[in-house]
Structure formats: structure tokens, C-alpha cells
């Protein structure tokens, strides 16, 4: 088993610079603890040889770095221009009555935590979301009740960041 | 019939593989230019194909690598830039999710050219998959040996690198892009130094998109004659489209630069949907002003959208059929780039923020009289103002919407509701 130092480690070979790898770093803590509270920055830090400071203004300013706590699953749908066209306002308000939460909240579970992202860069598959490492394109709202029961039956194992890993066998995970 | 060279990997099963790549006479062209050129000659070679960055902004690729110092005192690097963020683009996800074998090739060729031996790719944080094959496959060219050290016998040595980006469109800025590789916020540099004599580390440095790297493994194997033999001779090329929205195929599609904007979006993508009418499109990501239905025959091209007031940008074509309301659609973008401003100069943080709150309530049924001299006058603030393209796309896409589609937000205002609703 590699640990979160190892693999911030290795991954900081690839730069002449340890303020480099902060990005880099982050990603991978934010996968071992699901979120990066202060300690975990702190941590980062400590691991680079880096100034606290720049290690709390990325993990601040860069959207994919999520300093509070988020649910076991993100469900993240994209609202932008493509996905609005092919009517992902009517997804948003099915998944907020379906969770019985409005965007940007978690359920009182704590498995689901709902949000609406700009553009995932998948528009041919319009509407699109993302959850944990996996897109789901083409949406509607049979697609979705589907998914979600899938995500409830996994509940009680799967891990948040990539549900459905023992669906591709052989594919590496990138950090 | 155009036969597809940039997809022609992507709909193959397998098509990430290093067997199929190599099976379909990849790795060819990086042997060619190992063995036949010098790396002056590969740059001579890209500059008479004409080949045009793929990223948005059109800039000759021989001639930006041309600006790279022969002698420097410290490393070159090669970034390629695969933060594809503009709203209705997905060409770089798709390529690298199933051909990344292709983009290694072109980054190998490219650092040869320019002098580099580290190359970072910069990708968006969501495109975990791409990610994944990417990094498969560079494992793959490393056993292989055409990247490491001696590559294919001659005396070049190559790695690259995957950094994952973690969410902000700024970063397809390049200056910004290179900030956030150093571990800073992204936020665009001051130019001069240009990146190509002062980049990433304070180095020389090139940055490509994923597009532009594809094409030069071909331009080596196939000549720079056959490049420019397809398109228009100023902006030549076999081009990605990236089709979405209110259309009955969207999807990618690979065809000469210059096609007619009509026919990709009738004939490849099939038109509009049952019993709707085009009513424009949006033909680069939503920083390129959208084009009215009648204006629909212009060539996709650098040159060709520029003339009319458009731009090629990533040519994510957006297309909006006759029951969308063109507010809410202008709403939502510079709801987009209000969200992705840096922060780091005024016009585009405080304008942009300022025309969303004008927008939003126009939409909403509660525009003020004023409000359209009002939105004219902050496009006039943000436009050339900005320390970035960011601003300026913004301004100018709304520009475009209130020429365009002035009626309709006149009928916002004058109605008091939205007329779609």
C-alpha cells in the first residue's frame, strides 16, 4: 500500500520545483481524505517543503478542491450552454425533489451532494454529468432514477471517488 | 468524400492501444523525422504547411516555434495545452481518450523541433479518463522506447509529463497555464517575455493545443504540400468540429478548414430537430460571436469568421434552433465568464458581474428602460480593456447578441417577461 507521502513524493519528482507539485498534491490528498481541511493543507505542506500560504490559495481558488466537506457521491451536472440547450434545467429540478435537497447542498445521509458545474466538455452527450471519475451523457430522467438507484445500492461499499472502479478491471487509477 | 486523418484512430476499438496505433503506421512519421530532418528543418517543414494553432487564437505554429532561442542557457519545454474549457468543445477529450498515442507522436516530433526534452501536458482535472489512457499510453511509448532516452536510436531524449489541472477556465490562457504549472494561482502574465524566450520556469518555452500537436505527425509523414492542399491555402488543414446543442446529430466531426458552417451543421449534423428552425449558432465556444441563420454559408476558418465578425476559436459549434430565447442564452455565458474572471483586472471582475445583473433581470422581466444603453456601454468598458482574452470574448459575444438579436431583448424590456416563457 502507498501512502499518501509516497505518492506525493513521486509525483513531485517531475518537477524542478516543489511549489509545482502543490496542485498535484492536493489532488491526491483530497482522494485519501475526500475533502482538504486545514490539517491536510497543512500536511501538504509539510510534505513539499512549501509555504502553508500557497498550498491554502490553490486549494481556495481552484473549483475542483473542495475545503468543506462534500458527499459520499458528487453529482455534478453541467448547466452550461450545450447541456441547457438539451434541457438540463429539467435534470437539476428532478434531482433536487428526487435528493430532497437544492443545489449546492448534501443530503442529511451525507452520500449525495448535488451541484450544477460550467462545462465538462462533453456537449456531444449533452445533458451531461460527472460523478466521482465517471461521465454519464445523454441524460434524461429515466437515466437518472436509474443511476441513482445504483448509487444507493453501492452505498454501503463503493468508495466516492470512483463508484464504479470494479466496472473497468485493468484500468489504472491516474493518482 | 474527406477521408478522416486526425480520427482515424478514434472509432477503431482499441484505438488507445500502442498495437493499433502502430498497426495503423503510427510512430512513423517520429522516425522519418528523426532519421531525415534536423530539427530546423522540422520547424521549415510546419511553417510551409501553414498549419494554424488549433487553440483558438489561429497563431502560426513554425513561426511560434521559430521564436524559441537556438542557444539557451537554460532547458526548453514543450506544454501542450489540453485544458479544454470552452464551453461546446470536447475534440482534445475525445482524441486523447482514444488515440493519445497520437498526441505523444506530436509532442515527441515537436520538443525534437524546438529543443525540448520535458514536456508537460497540462489536462483538465475532470478528464479522468483521459488521464488514465494518457498515462497508460506514455507508459507504453516508454517501454516501446519512443520516449526516454535515445529515442529510435538517434541521440534525442524525451519525456512528458501528465499535470492535472483541478478546475479553472483561465488556464487555457497560456500564461495563465504556465502560473498554475509553477503552483500558483492561474492568472495571466504580463507579455513581453513571451513564453517562447521566457516560459514555465523562466524558460523557453512553447505551448500547443492537443489539435495543433496531432496534426504535425502527419505534416512529417505526408509533407507540408498535402497540408496545405486541404481548406484554404492561408488557413489550410484537416480541421475538428465539435457539434452540439439544438441540432438531431451532434457530435465530432473531421473535415477540410473552411467547410461551409451550413453544410456541418445540416448535412454532417442533420439540421435542426423535428418541426424547429436554426436560428443561429455559435460557431467557435461561446467566445465567438454567434451567427444569425441567414449568415450560416460562411467558411469555418480563421480568416473566413474573422471577416464577418466571428471567430474560429476552438470551433465548438453551438447551435440554437427557434424556441430558445437568445437572452437567457447570453445570460448564461457571461453568467460563465463572470464565474471564470481571475480576478485579476478590474473591467472583466467588476463588468462582467455588473452586465450579469443586468442581463439576469432583463430575462427575468424586470429590465429597466436604459438597460440596453446600459449593456452597450459595459461591453464598451470590458472590450480591449482587459489584461486577457477573457474580457474580450465576453464583450464580444454579448456585442454580437444585442446586434443580432436587439429585438428580442428590446421585447424583454418593453413586455416585461421573457416571450419564450
Known amino acids: 500500500m502507498v501512502t499518501m507521502r509516497e505518492k506525493i513524493e513521486q509525483a513531485a519528482a517531475r518537477y524542478p520545483d516543489q511549489r509545482s507539485a502543490i496542485m498535484p498534491a492536493l489532488l491526491i490528498a483530497q482522494r485519501v481524505h475526500g475533502h482538504l481541511p486545514g490539517p491536510v493543507l497543512e500536511e501538504v505542506a509539510e510534505i513539499l517543503g512549501v509555504e502553508r500560504i500557497w498550498v491554502y490559495e490553490l486549494a481556495t481558488f481552484y473549483t475542483l478542491f473542495h475545503t468543506e466537506p462534500v458527499g459520499r457521491f458528487h453529482l455534478q451536472l453541467c448547466d452550461n450552454v450545450s447541456c441547457m440547450l438539451r434541457r438540463s434545467e429539467d435534470l437539476l429540478m428532478h434531482l433536487e425533489s428526487a435528493l430532497g435537497i437544492k443545489k449546492g447542498g448534501t443530503t442529511e445521509d451525507g452520500l449525495f451532494t448535488l451541484s450544477t458545474v460550467e462545462c465538462l466538455g462533453a456537449c456531444e452527450m449533452a445533458p451531461v454529468m460527472q460523478v466521482g471519475d465517471d461521465y454519464y451523457g445523454n441524460l434524461d430522467i429515466g437515466r437518472i432514477d436509474a443511476l441513482l438507484a445504483r448509487l444507493h445500492a453501492l452505498a454501503p461499499h463503493g468508495t466516492g471517488a470512483d463508484p464504479f472502479a470494479a466496472e473497468r478491471p485493468g484500468e489504472e487509477r491516474h493518482v | ?421
Not at chain 2, 79 to 106: S, W, Y
Request: proline share 7%.
Open chain 2, 1 to 421: 468524400m474527406y477521408e478522416p486523418v486526425l480520427l482515424k484512430n478514434v472509432n477503431m476499438p482499441d484505438g488507445h492501444l500502442l498495437s493499433t496505433y502502430e498497426a495503423g503506421g503510427g510512430y512513423r512519421g517520429l522516425a522519418k523525422a528523426l532519421k531525415e530532418f534536423t530539427p530546423d528543418e522540422i520547424v521549415e517543414l510546419v511553417k510551409r504547411s501553414n498549419l494554424r494553432g488549433r487553440g483558438g487564437a489561429g497563431f502560426p505554429t513554425g513561426m511560434k516555434w521559430s521564436f524559441v532561442p537556438k542557444r539557451a542557457d537554460r532547458p526548453k519545454y514543450l506544454c501542450c495545452n489540453a485544458d479544454e474549457g470552452e464551453p461546446g468543445t470536447f475534440k482534445d477529450r475525445i482524441v486523447m481518450e482514444r488515440d493519445p498515442h497520437q498526441l505523444i507522436e506530436g509532442m515527441a516530433i515537436s520538443a525534437y523541433a524546438i529543443g525540448a526534452e520535458v514536456a508537460y501536458v497540462y489536462i483538465r482535472g475532470e478528464y479522468v479518463l483521459a488521464i488514465r489512457r494518457l498515462e497508460q499510453a506514455i507508459a507504453e511509448a516508454k517501454a516501446k522506447g519512443y520516449l526516454g532516452t535515445g529515442i529510435l536510436g538517434s541521440d534525442f531524449n524525451f519525456v512528458v509529463h501528465v499535470h492535472c489541472g483541478a478546475g479553472a477556465y483561465i488556464c487555457g490562457e497560456e500564461t495563465a497555464m504556465l502560473d498554475s504549472l509553477e503552483g500558483k494561482r492561474a492568472q495571466p502574465r504580463l507579455k513581453p517575455p513571451f513564453p517562447a524566450v521566457a516560459g514555465l520556469y523562466a524558460s523557453p518555452t512553447v505551448i500547443n493545443n492537443v489539435e495543433t500537436l496531432v496534426c504535425v505527425p502527419h505534416i512529417v509523414a505526408r509533407g507540408a504540400d498535402w497540408f496545405r492542399g486541404i481548406g484554404p491555402e492561408k488557413s489550410p488543414g484537416p480541421k475538428l468540429y465539435c457539434v452540439s446543442g439544438q441540432v438531431r446529430k451532434p457530435g465530432l466531426y473531421e473535415l477540410p478548414m473552411g467547410i461551409p458552417l451550413r453544410e456541418l451543421v445540416e448535412d454532417h449534423a442533420g439540421g435542426p430537430q423535428p418541426d424547429r428552425k436554426i436560428k443561429a449558432v455559435i460557431p467557435g465556444g461561446v467566445s465567438a460571436p454567434v451567427i444569425p441563420e441567414q449568415g450560416l454559408d460562411v467558411g469555418m476558418d480563421f480568416d473566413s469568421l474573422a471577416a464577418v465578425g466571428s471567430m474560429l476559436g476552438s470551433a465548438g459549434v453551438i447551435v440554437v434552433d427557434d424556441t430558445t430565447c437568445m437572452v437567457k442564452i447570453a445570460t448564461r455565458i457571461i453568467e460563465f465568464f463572470h464565474h471564470e474572471s481571475c480576478g485579476k483586472c478590474t473591467p472583466c471582475r467588476e463588468g462582467l458581474n455588473w452586465v450579469v445583473k443586468v442581463l439576469r433581470r432583463i430575462e427575468a422581466g424586470a429590465g429597466a428602460p436604459g438597460d440596453m444603453e446600459q449593456l452597450d456601454m459595459l461591453c464598451k468598458g470590458i472590450f480591449g480593456n482587459t489584461f486577457c482574452a477573457l474580457g474580450d470574448g465576453a464583450a464580444m459575444g454579448l456585442r454580437a447578441s444585442l446586434a443580432h438579436f436587439r429585438e428580442e431583448f428590446v421585447a424583454h424590456i418593453e413586455e416585461r417577461r421573457c416571450p419564450f416563457h
